[in-house]
């Protein structure tokens, strides 16, 4: 290919809003081009890089025994309202209107089209195992998208569905997809963290993220120094600084304790003002913070406080709600609630602070008086570091009251005992007791055992060996194809611009003859020729330009070998060229003659290694 035929418009300037690396390459070097806030047009040479992260993929699903398709991206809103997912995803998902005034989705995700498809063909269990994939637009309203292509409105993902029989089905397909996942991003020249994404240290294997590790990444990765326990913070657990094993032992040790005790403390409302009146430590304070949950699914049947409230069944299958809820939680003052963990084991969609006037309603005191002692109208969960307290500062539900001297187990007890707290560098691994730390990362891909939750609202059923009618459980498995790209050149490129594993560049090699003229030209000409026959994908920059210009731009782009040709090189005997890797300081001259064959065995070689 000659550089004067194709469209690569490089840049000396960086666009102002290109904050990390390859969102400032992939627009340097002439990959990319914005056509709006996080829409985004690959040019030829971002596309070719792009289309060998897809193809590496795409063997890697067939590998794995995947079946590609291609469903439409415009999707009939019926299929969302089956699943409930018409009023749930909120503003994310993009709807349009025909003119015949029907409702569409703009695919966010497939899982409602895939599974219409699998259900009006699905009738017998030898059908299952089945999984397919599509590599498609997705599109998502992302309230801020940023880093280009890293967070975008439209994207390419790559999402795999599989429907299975039984557990043990979903979980060879899942074991082979993560396995897939691994090669995917080794070949692609990425170092990920695959981390668990479920809650509970040891508890099942349903869902993997796989991270990449990034200063401005969105997740926080909690990891041990000693063992691999990788998770998201979002579901991080630690080993508990002290439990006790029963409420006899609390009792036990409460014995010890003062009795309990009202302390006047006026105008002191928060932890860092109570500190300081008391003149102690966060350590010693029992936090108490009302939360709001909505579509709760845990049964509150025996919950205080709850006996009245209402489940209410949704028109399909999906088991019974409570659309909201209130919960107190209680934790020691220096940690902190998270709120996804809490919803999970809540079943809840979401659990929020309650506002304060639902505080206000069930702690009969103003926001910053809440306990656990005495509270009666709510559901109390205590957080595992609360059952190591047996001598505690906290509210007393009352304005300007704390009590001091409060103990688990003997003034208060709970109707649910859980781990709730964000996890914290330092903490301990839940694992092995090794010492927690974090990292910052960006999720490219996420495998998850969904299990029935569409199948059961979509209505999906075969008929087993004996006849009787089922509902398949299903995973599901996706991968951003332009998140992934832009994560390789966040892990691969230096100041001068990019430096492409040979597996995802757009070329192989990039001829730079000093002048392209005369003699030069024609041996040039030769070798781009030479190289090509041997399946070598060459761009040769054929421009009018400086040698000072080509050298910045073949930095800039990134391609993996770079020969360069001049008279003088070309004047010895035997002629030489100089060849240069990418990335590496020092070139080396090897004779023309045998430059094809050379270079391209050491390619071909290098590329079976991605292989
Ligand atoms: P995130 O937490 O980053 O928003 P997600 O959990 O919403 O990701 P999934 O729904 O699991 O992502 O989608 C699968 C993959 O699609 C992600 O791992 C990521 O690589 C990619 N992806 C998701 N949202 C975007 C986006 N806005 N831009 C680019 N890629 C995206
Ligand atoms: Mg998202």
């Given at each position: 290919m000659f550089y004067s035929k194709m469209f690569i418009p490089t840049l000396r300037e960086v666009p102002a809003d290109a904050v990390i690396a390859s969102h400032r390459l992939m627009f340097r070097a002439g990959l990319l081009r914005k056509l709006a806030n996080g829409l985004f047009a690959y040019l030829p040479l971002g596309l070719r890089a792009f289309r060998k992260v897809e193809k590496i993929i795409r063997e890697e699903m067939n590998n794995a025994g995947a079946l590609e398709i291609k469903p439409t991206v415009v999707i009939p809103a019926e299929l969302w309202k089956e699943s409930g997912r018409w009023e749930s995803m909120g503003e994310s998902m993009l709807r349009a209107k025909n003119r015949l005034n029907n409702d569409f989705v703009i695919s966010p995700t497939a899982e409602e089209a895939c599974t219409a498809i699998v259900r009006d063909e699905l009738s017998s269990y030898r059908q299952l195992p089945l999984t397919l994939y599509q590599i498609n637009t997705k599109f998502r309203d992302e309230i801020r998208p940023r880093y280009g292509v890293m967070r975008g409105r439209e994207f390419i993902m790559k999402d795999a569905y599989s429907w299975h029989t039984d557990e043990k089905s979903l979980d060879d397909t899942y074991q082979i997809m993560g396995r897939a996942y691994r090669r995917i991003f080794q070949r692609c020249g990425l170092s990920v963290i695959p981390v668990k994404a479920d809650s509970g240290a040891m508890g099942g294997s349903g869902s993997e993220e796989f991270m990449v590790e990034s200063d401005v990444g969105d997740n926080t990765l909690i990891l041990c120094k000693a063992c691999d326990y990788a998770a998201n913070v979002e579901k991080a657990s630690c080993k508990a600084d002290f439990t006790l094993t029963s409420i006899e032992a609390a009792k036990n040790v409460a014995s010890n304790t003062p009795s309990i005790e009202k302390i006047d403390t006026p105008n002191v409302k928060t932890i860092d003002e109570l500190c300081s009146f008391l003149k102690t430590d966060s350590k010693c304070f029992i936090k108490t913070l009302i939360y709001r949950a909505i579509?709760?699914?845990?049964?509150?049947?025996?919950?205080?406080?709850?006996?009245?409230l209402g489940r209410k069944k949704p028109s399909n299958d999906a088991p019974a709600v409570y659309s909201e809820a209130f919960f107190a939680v209680a934790i020691r003052g220096d940690l902190d609630v998270n709120e996804i963990k809490l919803a999970s084991i809540l079943k809840a969609s979401e659990a929020e602070l309650a506002s304060d006037t639902d505080v206000s309603r069930y702690t009969g005191a103003p926001v910053g008086f809440a306990g656990p002692v005495g509270l009666k109208s709510i559901p109390l969960i205590i957080d595992n570091?609360?059952?190591?307290?047996?001598d505690a500062v906290t509210g007393a539900l009352e304005k300007d009251v704390h009590y001091k001297h409060a103990a688990y187990g003997r003034d208060f007890t709970a109707w649910m005992i859980e781990d709730v707290r964000t996890v914290k560098a330092g903490d301990k691994c839940p694992v092995c007791g090794g010492e927690l730390y974090t990292k910052m990362g960006n999720e490219l891909g996420h495998i998850f055992k969904l299990g029935n939750k569409y199948t059961l609202s979509m209505n999906v059923t075969y008929l087993d060996e004996n006849g009787k009618s089922q509902i398949p459980t299903m995973g599901c498995y996706g991968i951003g194809l332009d998140r992934t790209l832009a994560s390789v050149i966040e892990e691969h490129h230096d100041d001068a611009g990019i430096i492409w594993p040979l597996s995802v560049a757009p070329f192989h090699v990039t001829i730079v003859p000093i002048k392209y003229d005369g003699i030069v030209k024609e041996k040039a000409d030769i070798l781009a020729e030479e190289l090509s026959k041997k399946g070598i994908e060459v761009l040769l920059d054929d421009r009018n330009e400086r040698p000072g210009v080509k050298f910045n731009d073949a930095d800039l782009t990134g391609i993996p070998w770079r020969i360069v040709l001049g008279d003088k090189g070309l004047s010895q005997t035997p002629a030489q060229v100089e060849i240069k890797r990418r990335g590496e300081k020092e070139s080396v001259f090897i004779a023309l003659e045998t430059a094809a064959a050379e270079l391209s065995l050491k390619i071909l070689n290098e590329l079976e290694t991605y292989k």
């Open positions: 579509n709760v699914e845990l049964d509150l049947s025996d919950a205080p406080g709850c006996a009245k570091s609360v059952t190591a307290m047996s």
